[in-house]
C-alpha cells in the first residue's frame, strides 16, 4: 500500500469512529432524557394519584404544568375566563398542579383576614428587583418585614392626612377641565382612559415631589415614564408565573434594554433623579417641599415628609425607605386610580339614568349651597350619597385589578369550601369573581345598579355585612392598598366636577369597550366626543 492510500485509509477510520462516538453519545442522551421524563411523569402521577386534592376540577392541562395559566393570562383577558371558570366548575377550580382560585366569602376569613399568617404567593417576587436588599411594599412576602414597614409610613397615608392635599388635586382637576374643555370646542373625540391615567399621574407628581409630571399639559407621555410603567406590568404579570426564572430572565432583559426590566430600571433611575434634585435644592436652602399657601401652611409633600423622617432616624427611615416609598407612590399612584375614574364613567354612560340621577343630586347640593364652587370638597363629596353609591358599584363593576391574589398555605393547611388544603399548596381568590358572585351580589350582580348598596344601607343587617366583606377594589386584610385613599380622594372630587361641566357621548355605543389585564384591567378603546353643558 503506497503512502497516499495508508492515509486514506487511517483517515476514513478515525472518521468512521468519530462518527460513532457521536452516534452513541446521542443515543445515551436520548435515553438519558427519555429517562428523566420517564421519572418526571412518574412522580406527577404519584403527586396527582396521592394528592388531597385530586379530585379538584378544572382544565384538563391545567394538571400538568402552569403553561395554561401563563398561555391564559398572556391574551389579557383573565377577569372573564377566571368568572367562567368558577361558573363551570364551582368556587375551586385548578388552574395550575399547584395553584387554585377560590371564589367563596369562607375564604376572606381563613385566608386574608388582617391577622391572617398567609404570605404571598412566589407570583409576587417578579414585581421586585432580584436584589434580596432591595424590597418594596407591594409584593414583600416577608410579612414581618412588611408589617413593620407599613407601621413605619401608613400615617401618610391616611384620610386625615391626605385631605390636606385638595389643592393639588385641585390644581390638576383645572387643568383636566382645560383640556376638555379645548376638546369640546374641537368636537374631537379622545381616550378618556388615557386621559384619566394622564390626570391621575399628575395629581401623585404633585403629591409626592410638589412638582406635575406635566403629562396634562402636553397631552402624552413625558420622558418615557408611561411606556415603562406598561412594560413592569407585563413583565410581572407573566414572569411572575414562573417567578423562578425571574432573576435569570430580569438579567437579561435588563442588558438588553428590554420588557419590565428596562422598565423597572428606568423608573429607578427617574426616582432617584427627583431625591438628588431634592436634596440639592434643600442643600440651597430651598423650600420645594412645602409649599405655603396664604396663610403661609400647606402640607408637605411625601418626599419631604420622607426625606425628614430619614434625618430625624436614619436607621428608621433609610435612604432605600425614602425610595422605596417614592417609587411605589409612582408605580402604584396612577393605574388604579385611572382604572376606576374609566369605570365610573363608563358605566354613567352605558346606563343614562344613573347619569341623570347623578346630576340631580349634584344640582340639590348647589340649590342647598353645599356645592358652590367649581372644586367639590372631598367633604361636600362624602355626603353625595349616590355619588359614593355610583363609585362603588363602578369598582364593584370593574376592580382595578383582575388577576388572583395568590397566598401560600402555611402549616397545618386550611379548611375551605369543604376541601383541605395543605402547607404550601397556592390559592388565590380574583376580585372579578368576587365581585360577580350572585350569592353575595344578587342575582342581578352582572348588571350595574348604584341603588343596590342603598338599599342594603337602608337595610342593614347580615346583607350588607357579606356585600362589604366581599366588595374588594383595594386588596384584602394586612395588604390592602396603602394608597387607597389617594385615589378615593381623587375620584370622589373629579368625577362631579366634569358630570356638571361636560357632556360625553360614547364613540362606538353599541360596542363593548376593550380592556387589557396586565394585572390592572385598562381600557384601551375608551374613546369619547366631549361637550360643554348649557347652564
Known sequence: MDTKSAIITVVGTHEHGSASLLTLAARYLCCGVLILVTIQMAVFMYQALSSPLRSVPGPFWARFSRLY?????????????????????????????????????????????????????????????????RFSLFPERDMTRHAETRKKFQAMYSMSSLVNYEGYVDECADIFRERLTEFAAGGDIINMGDWFQLYAFDVIGDITYSQRFGFL????????????????????????????????????????????AAGRNYLINYVNSRIQQRKAEK?????????????GAAPMDFLEKLLLANEKDPEKVT??????????????????????????????????????????EIRQFENEGRCGSANVSFKESQEMLYLQAIMKEALRMHPATGLPMWRVVTEGGVEVCGRFFPEGTVVGINTWCAHYNEDVFGRDAHIFRPERWIEAQTEGGENLKRMEAYWMPFGLGSRTCIGRHISFLEMSKLIPQIVRQFDFELAHPDKPWKTENNWFVKPVDFEVRVSLRKP
Open 217 to 260: 399639559d402636553k397631552g402624552e407621555d413625558i420622558a418615557g415614564l408611561l411606556k415603562a410603567l406598561h412594560g413592569v406590568l407585563r413583565y410581572g404579570t407573566l414572569a411572575g408565573i414562573f417567578a423562578r426564572f425571574h432573576p435569570i430572565l430580569f438579567s437579561i432583559m435588563a442588558r438588553l434594554g428590554l420588557g419590565g
Open 319 to 360: 435612604p432605600y425607605h425614602v425610595f422605596m416609598m417614592g417609587q411605589s407612590n409612582v408605580i402604584a399612584g396612577s393605574d388604579t386610580t385611572a382604572v376606576s375614574l374609566s369605570s365610573i364613567l363608563y358605566n354613567l354612560l352605558k346606563h343614562p339614568n344613573t347619569m341623570v340621577k347623578l346630576r340631580d
Open 283 to 295: 442643600a440651597k436652602g430651598k423650600d420645594v417641599g412645602n409649599r405655603g399657601d396664604q396663610d
Open 69 to 133: 395559566y401563563f398561555i391564559k393570562v398572556a391574551q389579557g383577558r383573565w377577569e372573564h375566563e377566571n368568572i367562567a371558570l368558577h361558573r363551570r366548575y364551582g368556587p375551586v377550580v385548578r388552574v395550575a398542579p399547584d395553584m387554585y382560585s377560590v371564589d367563596a366569602p369562607e375564604v376572606v376569613k381563613s385566608v386574608y383576614a388582617i391577622n391572617s399568617k398567609f404570605p404571598k404567593g412566589d407570583w409576587y417576587d417578579a414585581w421586585k428587583h432580584p436584589d434580596p436588599q
